[in-house]
T-cell receptor
Framework: DSGVTQTPKHLITATGQRVTLRCSPRSGDLSVYWYQQSLDQGLQFLIQYYNGEERAKGNILERFSAQQFPDLHSELNLSSLELGDSALYFC???????????FGEGSRLTVL | GQQLNQSPQSMFIQEGEDVSMNCTSSSIFNTWLWYKQDPGEGPVLLIALYKAGELTSNGRLTAQFGITRKDSFLNISASIPSDVGIYFCAGQPDNTDKLIFGTGTRLQVFP
């Protein structure tokens, strides 16, 4: 158990819909990262927050947005969903910005 | 954008054999890390490297940060069945906090 909690674990929805994925980081960790992993693919970096502020951005689509709240939990919002958005979405937290990340178990999104 | 190329893509080895995999980048990275992902789970950190030329071990695992800062390798000695999984290199490009992952090496170990 990494201490990072992601909900929901599984989500099935239709094209055009909007979903919100939630992440609670390890106690005390200020940094939260979001990654997308499609079937048998690598981890694509989406976005990183540190203590409530956006710190780094990757290949995140305009239809996607995220934020980190004052209690340090984070949410990833995915809108106008397409079939290709089906993937595992991982959240990871870190106490600093050294790259030593603790990953949650992921949220599996299926878009039908 | 930055890309990390990992090789080989997959490996099929016999229990007890040594394994070597590497990761290269076209740009400089100031941190290299190696993660392992088991099926249905999130990646877990194995080794972190912070200085060019650094060689670090963690049990049967050894990793090195290339002196050009554009590559890293991971060795696993005397492989065992529980080494099965996907191994990812990851790096932080200069002057950024983002962590980029490689394409992964899928390892299968046969008894």
């Amino acid at each position: 158990d990494s201490g990072v909690t992601q909900t929901p674990k599984h989500l099935i929805t239709a094209t055009g819909q909007r979903v919100t994925l939630r992440c609670s980081p390890r106690s005390g960790d200020l940094s939260v990262y979001w990654y997308q992993q499609s079937l048998d693919q690598g981890l694509q970096f989406l976005i990183q927050y540190y203590n409530g502020e956006e710190r780094a951005k990757g290949n995140i689509l305009e239809r996607f947005s995220a934020q980190q709240f004052p209690d340090l939990h984070s949410e990833l919002n995915l809108s106008s969903l397409e079939l290709g958005d089906s993937a595992l979405y991982f959240c990871a937290s870190s106490p600093d910005n050294t790259g030593e990340l603790f990953f949650g178990e992921g949220s599996r999104l299926t878009v039908l | 954008g930055q890309q990390l190329n990992q090789s080989p893509q997959s490996m099929f080895i016999q229990e007890g054999e040594d394994v070597s995999m590497n990761c290269t980048s076209s740009s400089i990275f100031n941190t290299w890390l190696w993660y392992k992902q088991d099926p249905g789970e999130g990646p877990v950190l194995l080794i972190a490297l912070y200085k060019a030329g650094e060689l670090t071990s963690n049990g049967r695992l050894t990793a090195q940060f290339g002196i050009t800062r554009k590559d890293s390798f991971l060795n696993i000695s005397a492989s065992i069945p529980s080494d099965v999984g996907i191994y990812f290199c990851a790096g932080q490009p200069d002057n950024t906090d983002k962590l980029i992952f490689g394409t992964g090496t899928r390892l299968q170990v046969f008894p």
